[in-house]
Structure formats: structure tokens, C-alpha cells
């Protein structure tokens, strides 16, 4: 039996909570949100109402632990005086790391799986026209901003090949290994345009690290079961009403490893015939990814994070690390591989922009790019990294991003239910961040490239 003072305290938690949480009671019930979001929180120190009624609803709704939970609490809250209840924080650090394991219990009970899985095949799966003139400058910035950050860092240019009906003041400047952007190359040659650099081809300058030492990656994290074990174990028996499970030892990084670490030892092998594959047909059965609800998150509209098979996964991460690597030499106007010190430094300059540019007034323009992930193309992804990342890297793996995405089987499991789609055009978060990074730089660019304004970049590329 719960004592009346700890039964006090949840019931005071569970309305302070109710108040900032539960204010959608025809979407989620008050109650519900209450407990579990407060299972994360420190209780604050103001009167706390009397939650019997409230609690009482829930019951109807809770099972097994978490039933037996809520039933003590009531049972206790009517023996409590409100007027003499003092309350007090979870200090105890291993109590509340006791308490936050019951948010487990019931998965994502406040996410709506069936609307928000409709709406994410929708934005997926949804045509756009692209203009392919566009799409030829976004290449050229990407060049830019690599030839000029080499320069910057080794004071040459990077291994590349200068066609030539370029523009004089471009070749010149890859003669004399120099910024075209110089002002003093400038005065001499004249200005170089964004669009002289589809003359440029570049060549090979990195090496495309394969991640043989696997270790350092093994986080506890879920995985995706292979192609035909996803039909025989969730599609087919949730097409023949039959209850669908699996085994934790298949779907769970560490434990895939843990008892089967030969399994790892292909994953060269498979980044390579990645590489190899010009259609990747005959790698469709590690083309599965699963989607899952942002643990943590109390949304009602849940944000689907990708979990690849154990091959695929290490082949994305190792594409990811690389377009890290690139991001981090080349790239000073992106967030994504800078460490928490780093990020505060930024922020810290871009606060201070007036100093450095008195009598000038600077306007900040904040973009969120909402389900970003969702809405990149092959056409404005692949067409862009096959000319530059492909190139720099000497591999073909970059500019396979989006046609790996239209060769995956996505489901998404649901208790007895469940949702599932045949490729898809879109990507699904957490999966390419660095990738995307790398083409949404330029993309962001290329409207701007009429004003005659100095614009400073900062893309975070985290959503």
C-alpha cells in the first residue's frame, strides 16, 4: 500500500502537471498525460487539488502494473489533509530513475499511430515539380562553398578539372591556386558568377572511411528484422488477423551483436555491394526500415525516427560519418558536427554581428523547415551529391540516398494493427541528416542569390 504522504505527492504532481499537459481532453486524458509526463518531473510546491475523481476515470483505461499503481494512489488519497500536505522533490536519484521505467509500460500511450502514419506516407510519397535549372546552381554553390573552405584550409585548391570554355577569371584563379572571390582577383579578372562553376569537375580528395571497427557504434538501439522475416512476422499475420511478435534478440543492436557478432563481419562486404549495385534490386531484402514514435516526447502527433536492418544501418552510418567528416573541413556554415561548446561559440558570434559591422543594421531570418526530411527528392539530393560527394569521396554511395529509399519496405507496427508502404520518395528522419545538410546549404542559397546583401549561414539540420 502506498503511504498518504507519497500518494499526496503524486496526486499534487498529477495536477500541476494536468494544468500545463492535459489541456486537450477530447484528444488525450487529462489523467493520462498527468502521470506519465509527471513520472519525468519534480514536483513544485504549490496546494495540490483532490484527483480522486480524475484518477478514477483512468482506471478504466490503464492495465496490468500501472493499473495497480493508480489504484493504490486513490486508495491512499482518501485518507489525505490536503491543508497539512508539505511537499517535496525526488531527490532520491534512483527512486526517480525507478519511476521514469513506467512510462515503458504502456509504449507511446497520448501518440496517434493511424492519423499521423497516413499523413507521413503522404508527405513521402507526394510529387513536386523541380526545376532543374535550380537544381544546376545548388550543384554549383556546393562546389563553390568546397573549392573556397579547401583554399581556406590548405591554401590551394582540391584535386579537380577546370573545362575550358570556363570563364577566364575561374581558370586564373586555379592557375595562381587563389580564392576567385579575392577582391584582388576581382579588380584584375572580374567577378566570378555561381553558374561558372558547372565547368568544374571535381576529383577524389577523401577517403570514404568504411567503419571496420564496428564497437564504438554499438548503442541499445532497435534494428529492423530482414525483408521476408518483416512479411512473415508482421504483414502476413496482421493481413490474417493473427497476433504478429518477434524476438528482442533480432530487433535490438546489442543483443543482435552480442549473440551473433559474425553477423557484423558482413558489413564491408555489404557497404560495397552498395556501392557496386547500380539499381540496388538485389539488396531489397536489407532495404526495410521501421518506423517508431521519438521516445520522451508527449505528442499526440508523434515524429517517426527510421531503424534500418543491422547492414543497412552501419552502411548509413558510415555514409553519415563521412559526410560528418566533409561537413566538419569544409563546411563553417553548418551546425550538425559541432560539439555544445562549439554551438555556444556560434551563437555567441551571431549575437555579436553588430560589432563587427557598426553602422549596419542586421536582420536575422529564422527558418524551420518542418518534416525537412520528408520532402527531399532524388532529383534534388542524388542529382546533387553524384557531382560533388560521389566525386570527392570516389565511391557511389552518396548519390544512392533517395533511390535507397525507393527500394525500402517501411512498416510501422501497431499493437494488432499495423501500416506498411512499397519505396517511398521522401526520407524518414534521424536517417541522412549529414547528407541532407550538405545539399540544404546550397538549396538555401540559391533563391538569395539576386540580393546584394551579405548573408551569413547557420543551418542546425536537426529536427
Not at 43 to 65: C, N, T, V, W
Not at 79 to 84: G, M, W
Not at 211 to 235: D, G, H
Amino acid at each position: 500500500m502506498w503511504p498518504a504522504d507519497e500518494a499526496a505527492l503524486w496526486s499534487h504532481i498529477a495536477a500541476r502537471e494536468s494544468s500545463t499537459v492535459g489541456r486537450r481532453p477530447d484528444k488525450v486524458p487529462t489523467y493520462w498525460a498527468a502521470i506519465l509526463h509527471s513520472m519525468l518531473s519534480r514536483s513544485s510546491h504549490r496546494p495540490a487539488p483532490d484527483l480522486r475523481k480524475q484518477l478514477h476515470g483512468g482506471l478504466e483505461l490503464s492495465k496490468g502494473m500501472l493499473s495497480c499503481f493508480l489504484t493504490e494512489v486513490i486508495e491512499a488519497a482518501g485518507r489525505i489533509n490536503y491543508l497539512k500536505i508539505r511537499t517535496k522533490s525526488f531527490d532520491d536519484a534512483v527512486s526517480r530513475h525507478e519511476l521514469t521505467c513506467l512510462r515503458k509500460v504502456l509504449g507511446h500511450p497520448l501518440v496517434d499511430m493511424e492519423s499521423v502514419s497516413y499523413d507521413l506516407n503522404r508527405k513521402v510519397t507526394e510529387e513536386y515539380l523541380v526545376d532543374m535549372v535550380k537544381i544546376e546552381k545548388v550543384i554549383c554553390y556546393v562546389k563553390e562553398n568546397y573549392i573556397r573552405n579547401h583554399i581556406a584550409r590548405y591554401g590551394t585548391w582540391p584535386p579537380c578539372n577546370i573545362e575550358e570554355t570556363a570563364p577566364r577569371a575561374l581558370i586564373r584563379a586555379h592557375e595562381l591556386g587563389i580564392d576567385p572571390n579575392t577582391p584582388r582577383h576581382v579588380c584584375n579578372y572580374g567577378p566570378v558568377s555561381i553558374d561558372a562553376y558547372s565547368a568544374v569537375d571535381l576529383q577524389s580528395n577523401m577517403l570514404f572511411i568504411m567503419l571496420e571497427n564496428a564497437i564504438p557504434y554499438l548503442k541499445n538501439k532497435t534494428i529492423s528484422l530482414m525483408r521476408n522475416r518483416v512479411f512473415a512476422e508482421y504483414i502476413n499475420k496482421l493481413e490474417q488477423q493473427q497476433s504478429s511478435g518477434h524476438s528482442w534478440k533480432d530487433t535490438r543492436l546489442l543483443l543482435a551483436y552480442l549473440l551473433n557478432p559474425a553477423q557484423l563481419q558482413d558489413r564491408v562486404d555489404y557497404i560495397k555491394r552498395y556501392d557496386q549495385s547500380p539499381t540496388l534490386e538485389e539488396l531489397t531484402d536489407y532495404l526495410v526500415i521501421r518506423v517508431v514514435p521519438k521516445e520522451k516526447e508527449l505528442k499526440v502527433q508523434y515524429r517517426g525516427f527510421g531503424c534500418k536492418t543491422l547492414e543497412d544501418r552501419f552502411r548509413s552510418l558510415a555514409q553519415e560519418k563521412n559526410a560528418m567528416r566533409y561537413l566538419d573541413e569544409y563546411s563553417h556554415e553548418q551546425a550538425m558536427s559541432l560539439s555544445e561548446l562549439d554551438l555556444v561559440k556560434k551563437r555567441h558570434v551571431f549575437r555579436n554581428l553588430y560589432k563587427a559591422y557598426r553602422g549596419h543594421r542586421i536582420l536575422y531570418v529564422l527558418i524551420h523547415a518542418k518534416a525537412w526530411n520528408n520532402h527531399f527528392r532524388r532529383v534534388t539530393v542524388d542529382v546533387v551529391v553524384r557531382e560533388t560527394s560521389d566525386r570527392i569521396f570516389s565511391v557511389n554511395i552518396f548519390s544512392k540516398t533517395h533511390l535507397a529509399y525507393q527500394r525500402t519496405l517501411v512498416y510501422i507496427p501497431n499493437g494488432q494493427q499495423g501500416y506498411y508502404w512499397q519505396g517511398q520518395d521522401g526520407g524518414i528522419e534521424g536517417l541522412n541528416q549529414g547528407t541532407w545538410v550538405i545539399v540544404y546549404i546550397a538549396q538555401i542559397k540559391t533563391p538569395l542569390e539576386g540580393y546584394r546583401t551579405l548573408t551569413i549561414y547557420y543551418v542546425k539540420g536537426m529536427t
